[in-house]
């Protein structure tokens, strides 16, 4: 699943993305509440996390717009204004949890959890599927002519970024940076080896094939008519 969170304090904002990506989310930051709402506004995701103090336009201001533009993705604040009357503020402008900082990172992974699945509408929606593959976003889990495929936290963020981006050529430099969160470094063969051991997973003894190396530009998961 897809998260966005905006967080000015550079510190935390790493935190929080580095431990929801091993946590097996892809996982986007914007370090402004202008880059926060636009990215809320234009791009497709499950659950933001949203501080309320921020640099151009504040928390308030971001989950605003997302419900008057008719978004109803499941928003939680992660702020240190704890008081009461913000709590109902924010809950009355749509928010649907309130988390006050400093935190635990376990209570807010439970929390996340907790709003993915309350959030859940139709199975089909939760569910990323391509011929007799299927990846289950709540449950976190991959099936294959329903068997069932143990991945790892890595291996099924990269999957689910191949599923969600079905019939792109995905170069490694785009790969990399959002499943490890790391710039392209030519000289490593990290991404190649994660691709060649999904690949042994899902791919080696079924057909039709559905992971597709195109040399020089990149990784596309898709079925393909020769297959």
Not at 159 to 175: D, Q, Y
Request: charge should be negative; proline fraction near 3%; aromatic fraction near 6%.
């Amino acid at each position: 699943m897809k998260l966005l969170i905006v967080e000015d304090e550079c510190k935390i904002g790493d935190y929080l993305k580095q431990g929801l990506t091993e946590a097996g989310f892809i996982v986007d930051l914007a370090r402004n509440g202008l880059d926060g709402q636009h990215l809320a506004m234009t791009e497709s995701y499950d659950l933001l996390i949203l501080d309320i103090m921020l640099p151009d336009v504040d928390g308030w201001r971001v989950l605003k717009s997302v419900r008057e533009a008719g978004g109803n993705v499941p928003v939680m604040f992660l702020t240190a204004r704890d008081n009461v009357d913000d709590r109902v503020k924010g809950l009355e402008l749509g928010a649907d949890d309130y988390l006050v900082k400093p935190f635990a990172f376990a209570e807010l992974l439970a929390r996340v959890r907790t709003l993915l699945r309350r959030g859940a509408t139709p199975v089909a929606e939760t569910t990323l599927k391509i011929a007799d593959l299927e990846l289950d976003l709540i449950r976190r889990c991959v099936t294959r002519t329903g068997q069932r495929i143990k991945l790892t936290a890595k291996e099924f963020a990269l999957l689910e970024l191949l599923l969600r981006r079905r019939g792109e050529v995905l170069p490694r430099s785009l790969i990399a940076s959002q499943v490890w969160d790391m710039n392209f470094d030519s000289n490593t063969n990290v991404i190649d080896v994660a691709i060649r051991r999904l690949r042994a997973k899902i791919d080696e003894d079924f057909a039709p094939k559905l992971i597709h190396t195109l040399r020089g530009m990149g990784y596309m998961l898709d079925i393909r008519e020769e297959d």
